[in-house]
């Protein structure tokens, strides 16, 4: 008798081992452990494109998920990459699979989206050692476009700042709770890029006086201190400071949450009219805010309207809610208004005629200031 292949419990093995030019690799809501797919006998080698995702929203414990040390098995193996998109499940991480590695050498890879999950609490010198560890693992000198998102606690650092590939990046989307100041040093490390997508969401900061009762500071990774610092200022001596991302073109910025945006509509224009005057004119902005925010007064009207006459593509929109009815007699409910003095989450917490509804637009309407 012949011997079993290591791959041979996987649904698809026998129909992959058929492919040896296979170029585009997508395995998605898989259900065996990650091990098993890194024994797949396909020419690894001649992929070009990879996406690994899991479930990301499931109560589920024992679903099957790519470990950190899996990943970068697998991406060690493909040596001409161009694209990925990864979702790494960093819940039982070793630290052992991810430090003193061999750097996996990624030549041709030029899009990178990953998303990293954590369904238990970990101390953040832990995460910080995990984010360095696994990307001082990776070299990608021809990055040009990077997606990260991590849906865990407030990031005071930047996760990928290991990557030696940076500067060359053009596109960058971020969705993971930075503080302002991790948000800008991050903008610092990608002098070259061109297209900016940011999904800015609340921060509990912790000020020190936890311990005290008072409740930690609530916070948006995108504040007034972030645009005036991505503006360029004009100095006492008439000289404008050096701008921060000058050869942005595409701004994109998405509040989340019911919390009010923390940015005025004055420190958006100095901003916008900073890169719009620049040598290498903005092109497009879209913001988007979870509540209506306040009317422009006239001046400020004006001055969208000039930024508008001058050729900038500019849409800001606001969420106008409907009906939404809450479980009030919820006492998960009461705890987290103590908490955050705020009400969860509608998607958490729908009851009633409302809950029959699908999809975003079936609850929310949407308006638009310009």
Known sequence: ?????????????????????????????????????TRLELGWENLTQLTLLTPLH?????????????????????????????IIDISNWDHASTSDT????????????????????????????????????????????????WQGTALIEIPFSALVSLQDVEALSLNMPLTPRALLNCLSLVPNLRSLEIVSRPLAIDDGNGSQGIPPLISHTVE??????????LSGEGNHTPLQCPNLKHIKITFKDSLPSSITLNALLAFLESHVQAQTSLESCNIFFPKPPAEPTEEEAA?????????????????KQRQIFYQNDSPLIGVL?????????????????????????ALFETGTII
Not at 224 to 233: G, H, I, M, R, Y
Request: glycine share 6%; proline share 5%; with cysteine.
């Open 337 to 361: 208004v103590q908490r955050t003095g705020v009400l969860p989450q509608w998607q958490d917490f729908l009851i009633g005629e409302p809950a029959r509804l699908s999809g975003f637009q």
């Open 102 to 149: 061999a750097v996996v050498n990624l030549p041709a890879m030029h899009e990178m989206h990953i998303t990293f999950i954590n369904r238990r609490f970990q101390d953040y010198s832990l995460l910080k050692t995990f984010f360095l560890n696994f990307f001082h693992s990776i070299l990608c000198p021809s990055l040009k476009t990077l997606s990260a998102s």
């Open 303 to 319: 001055r969208l309207q000039a930024l508008v006459d001058s050729g900038l593509k500019l849409q800001i929109q606001y969420q």
């Open 224 to 233: 007034d201190t972030v645009l005036e610092s991505l503006a360029s200022n």
């Open 1 to 37: 008798m012949g011997g079993r292949s290591e791959d041979e419990d996987l649904p698809f093995a026998s129909v992959v081992r058929q492919m040896p030019s296979l170029e585009n690799l997508a395995i998605t809501n898989f259900n065996h452990p990650g091990k098993q797919y």
């Open 58 to 86: 499931t109560r589920r414990s024992n679903i099957s998920q790519f470990s950190p040390g899996e990943i970068l098995t697998i991406l060690g193996r493909t040596c001409c990459l161009q694209s990925v998109t990864l």
